[in-house]
């Protein structure tokens, strides 16, 4: 099924809504979290350097937390987030980094110890990336993490990092000496599509490895996956343009799957619509697209169930355009 694909063009304004917190409840909340510990440092390259901390406790939960350097916020995340990856810093430079938890009341916790870290020695003439890192292998542990595996890349002067991506978003680094991580901090029920890439100190970052599917274990008394499973796609030229292959295999519902939603580059793009009854099996859509070679695409499609909500969204696939 080939249709032309039409990219609406969203002029999206975002609205700050700042609410006070008040009230008893909010009043009466005045308990500090715990202090993070289990705070680490690692140099990425010679301008990144990469946090990480263990979870911080408190009597009505943790809601976020900030990392300093030398005593000055560089970085906030949301409670599930326990890594962040601060970038833009001088080469071999010493820098110190803190790490404190907040609740919803404000509620600040002391500042966890104070960890040293010295960026990498930069190499100027080296522009020669790492080697495509070995494909990933993964395995579930419960509803909220990963741990992954991978080969080890090679480089002309070292590999200082790995760096790895879910869906497009760099989520963690890894020490180069190290080809495992552990990722937490992921929801239930949710379909992550993971890859590699290895970093030299020069920043230098190699080809993404395969891409690495793993399914996080459904909440209690949640129902069965409604992705859609196997999605492929792929590039061909098309005369002047290209054509971009999409097959996937569409969700059980109970019923035939008529309209799936595709999403390029994590936006809306356009729906999916059968007027008859939808093929049995695998389901195939093609568009065309006229952009340079070398320009990625990002893809990942949801099916409409039959209570008319859209499902979950399918495992993402990158294709380059050659």
Known sequence: MQRPLLLP?????????LTACGGDAAAKDTHSPSAPRGVTA??????????????????????????????TKVKSVPAPKHMIDVDGLAPSSPYTFTVRALDAAGNASPHSASIPVTTLVPTVEDRRPPSTPGAPKGSVEGTRAVTLTWGRSTDDE??????????????????????????????PGTVYTFTVRARDAADNSSPDSAPLDLTTAPAEGAGPSTAPTSLTATARADGAAHTIDLAWTPPKTGAPVKEHQLYLNGAFATTIVWGTEPPPGRATYSFTVTDKPGTRYSVKLRAKLPDGNWGDFSAQRTVVIG
């Open 42 to 71: 690692q140099a990425s390259s010679a301008t990144s350097v990469h946090v990480m901390w263990e979870p911080a406790t408190d009597d009505t939960g943790v809601s976020a937390y900030e990392v300093f350097r030398a005593g």
């Open 158 to 187: 070292a590999v200082t990092s790995y760096d790895i991506y879910q869906a497009d978003s760099r989520i963690h680094t890894a020490p180069g000496t190290t080809t495992t991580a552990r990722i937490t901090g992921l929801r």
């Open 9 to 17: 063009v969203l002029l999206c304004t975002t609205a700050l809504l």
